[in-house]
């Protein structure tokens, strides 16, 4: 199962790798990091950043160990954000002139990039940005300027403190003329003493949600006073400026602007499932130490994990954890082409890729926020407790649900994709993920034909359930669309439905995909009969959830939709035995989980309690603040009562 989960025996052993190479270091020690002020809290980040990339390199590790070894340092920083926007925009947007200069600074981290797009007043609608790149033909460079307070750039990772260049997406304009939002490469600190360079406001933009999590990055602020950098360092493969002041586009779509949003999008749905299997992991190793109720003839009282409630919040979760793994690890593969492609030239997938990623960016991230607070629960009051690891990492994992693109605004992108195949249909035959609205007659004639609960345990029964809703949705929201005499203002008007039809879309992507890995790719035939039982887990479940869509689309009927869940109870029957198999195969180790409640050995209370006596407000019995604010209450004798 860990191969399963790994993708590869290869893929597990470097990952186990790099797990133990950060556990055994004690400079990633990160259990004392909520105790930190701001600053120490920074500077300490600053300190394993500097080690890591050393060992990095003194280790010569791949690209791929670089990556888990950040992954398990589990710090967000500002590597990041060079590694993850600042290079891959250079080389998505770069001309091979500019990757050949910057790139080989930034791959040795000569310099240190972010990615500056979102500014005080606008994050999602990158076309409404307000900072300005307007061409100066006499000195042939573009000057750099923020005309407003709202067209402050704010957010961006690293640039508060670190990063000593940014891609910065401004207006570009030229005689007055404005030709869209482009993006530029603008050095902002000096490389020899890091103070700012003239004509730049930095800063950080304050503390945010949790404490030791994200407070590791500084998220800043940037204004331009009419800052100049040269013409070319305009990021120029979509669109070129000459030293004459011509603009002109070359045959390469304007949205490849948008390529770092679908590569970063792509690397979240992939890391969902790292975020949600830990959670779950925690919920699940501590469901089955803690026990409630149920002693009889003064016997051990009853795990909290064979109540069927904490099974029906608890089992759909592990569910979840394996099939975003699996349509993570999907939609990579569908990435990788699409990265082939578009350095050749051919851009006919993009849509569909934008679509995918939007959508299930969306989906993953939303489920796994929700997924990690619902495990908190799970574990009852200790879950409120920082060493159960749960708090720090809802904290550090709620914003995905907001950056690189605000959920609801993804799937509306999605929409828009389903919207234009739905209304292509007389004369293009949807392909890859919307290949299914190409079957739109018997989806919309054809009702589900379940007669007993074992018939769910059907993957073709399950897929067609799914396709038939989503198709049903789609088809609606596009027909109700036709009315409207104005398709955007339909498109704003519908705007709920259209959501709801995107993420059914979503919700069968991430089912096939589940089914698909188990026609195809599992090792060995007691891994697939387990993963069998989750996958239809997870579809069951979704079923039970959105009911609503299965019953008013007219595919199910009342008593199908309960013979699901009836079958779905049935499942966490089969789901328990193997519980603590499925949260050991993600092998998470106790570092890296940080968590007293979910610690392998199952030691949780001497642990937790061992835990309590490192506050630092057990340093003393008497501490500060006694003898100056609460004694002189005790001895006042003052009393508020009018007695
Ligand atoms: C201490 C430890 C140290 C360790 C050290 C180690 C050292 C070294 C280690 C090495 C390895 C490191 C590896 C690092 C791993 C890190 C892991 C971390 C990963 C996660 C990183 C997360 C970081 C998060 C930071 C956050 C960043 C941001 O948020 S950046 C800003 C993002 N902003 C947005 O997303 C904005 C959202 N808005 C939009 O995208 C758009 O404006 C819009 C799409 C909503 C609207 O666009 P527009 O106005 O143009 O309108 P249209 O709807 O009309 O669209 C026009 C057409 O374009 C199509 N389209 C839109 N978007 C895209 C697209 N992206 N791609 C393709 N096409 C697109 C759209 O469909 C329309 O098409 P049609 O015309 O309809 O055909
Ligand atoms: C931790 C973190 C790190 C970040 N890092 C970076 C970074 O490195 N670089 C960078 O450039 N940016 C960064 N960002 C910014 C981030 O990308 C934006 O916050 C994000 O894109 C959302 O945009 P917004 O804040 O403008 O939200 P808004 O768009 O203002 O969202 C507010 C509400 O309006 C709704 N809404 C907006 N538009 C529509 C619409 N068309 N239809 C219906 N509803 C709508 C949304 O659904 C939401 O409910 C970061 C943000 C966070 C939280």
């Not at 593969?333 to 679509?355: C, G, M, W």
């Not at 890859?432 to 074992?454: D, F």
């Not at 890296?592 to 392998?600: D, K």
Request: charge should be neutral; include cysteine.
């Amino acid at each position: 199962m860990k191969v399963a989960w790994a993708g590869s025996r290869e893929a597990f052993q470097v990952s186990d790798r790099m797990a133990k190479l950060v556990a055994n270091d004690p400079v990633f020690e990160k259990f004392s990091k909520p105790m930190l002020g701001r600053k120490e809290l920074f500077k300490n980040t600053l300190r394993k950043a500097a080690y890591a990339w050393k060992l990095i390199n003194d280790l010569r590790l791949t690209e791929e160990e670089a990556k888990w070894l950040r992954h398990y340092i589990d710090e967000p920083n500002y590597t990041d954000l060079h590694w993850e926007m600042f290079v891959p925009a250079i080389e998505g947007q770069g001309t091979k002139e500019q990757k050949k200069k910057w790139l080989p600074l930034a791959q040795t981290m000569q310099i240190i990039g972010t990615y500056a797009q979102t500014e005080l007043g606008h994050g999602s609608n990158v076309q409404g940005l307000e900072t300005t790149a307007t061409f100066d033909r006499q000195t042939d460079e573009f000057v750099m300027h923020s005309p407003t307070l709202t067209s402050s750039k704010w957010w961006p990772g690293g640039m508060a403190k670190v990063a000593t260049h940014a891609i910065v997406y401004a207006r570009l304009i030229i005689d007055g003329l404005f030709h869209g939002v482009h993006g530029f490469i603008v050095q902002l600190r000096s490389l020899e003493d890091h103070s700012p360079l003239p004509g730049l406001t930095l800063g950080d933009i304050g503390m945010k949600f949790g404490h030791g999590t994200y407070n590791t990055m500084d998220n800043g602020v940037l204004r331009f006073d009419h800052v100049r950098i040269p013409r070319n360092q305009m990021l120029m493969r979509v669109s070129q400026v000459t030293k004459e002041g011509k603009y002109a586009q070359s045959d390469v779509p304007r949205q490849l602007l948008y390529g770092t949003m679908v590569s970063v999008r792509q690397t979240i749905v992939a890391d969902a499932s790292k975020a949600l299997s830990r959670a779950v992991c925690i919920a699940t190793r501590y469901s089955v130490v803690r026990r409630q109720f149920g002693s009889r003839n003064g016997g051990p009282e009853t795990q909290v994990i064979d109540y069927k409630t904490q099974q029906s919040r608890l089992f759909p979760l592990l569910a979840s954890a394996y099939a975003f793994r699996f349509v993570g690890e999907w939609l990579k593969s569908l990435y990788i082409d699409v990265k082939q492609r578009l350095e050749a030239n051919d851009f006919s997938t993009l849509p569909e890729t934008h679509a995918c990623t939007a959508g299930l960016k969306a989906l993953t991230t939303a489920a796994t926020a929700d997924g990690i607070e619902e495990c908190r629960k799970l574990c009852g009051g200790h879950g409120y407790l920082i060493s159960s690891g749960l708090p720090e990492l809802f904290a550090f994992y709620v914003p995905a649900c907001s950056y690189e693109g605000e959920n609801v605004v993804m799937m509306l992108q999605v929409a828009r994709f389903l919207v234009k195949t739905v209304s292509n249909l007389g004369y293009k035959q949807p392909v890859g993920t919307a290949a299914y609205l190409g079957r739109v007659t018997p989806l919309l004639q054809n009702n589900c034909a379940v007669q007993t609960a074992e018939d769910w345990l059907n993957p073709d029964a399950i897929l067609e359930a799914f396709e038939a809703r989503a198709a049903r949705m789609v088809i609606g929201c596009g027909e109700r669309l036709a009315m409207f005499e104005n398709p955007e203002e339909g498109f704003a008007e519908l705007s709920i439905d259209l959501v709801e039809a995107s993420l059914a879309h979503c919700q069968l992507i991430t089912v096939s995909v589940f089914i698909q890995k188990l026609n195809h790719e599992i090792p060995g035939n007691g891994v697939k009969r387990s993963l069998e039982v989750l996958c239809y887990v997870y579809a069951l479940f979704l079923l039970h959830k959105h009911q609503g869509d299965f019953l008013a689309t007219g595919y199910l009927t009342p008593k199908q939709a309960s013979l699901a869940n009836e079958q779905l109870r049935t499942l966490y029957s089969k789901v328990r035995p193997n519980a603590i198999a499925f949260v050991d195969s993600f092998n998470h180790m106790d570092h890296y989980l940080c968590s007293v409640l979910g610690r392998y050995d199952g030691n949780v209370y001497p642990k937790l309690y061992e835990a309590a006596w490192k506050d630092p407000l057990n340093d003393s019995d008497i501490v500060d603040g006694i003898q100056q604010y609460v004694q002189p209450i005790l001895k006042q004798k003052l009393h508020y009562a009018k007695l």
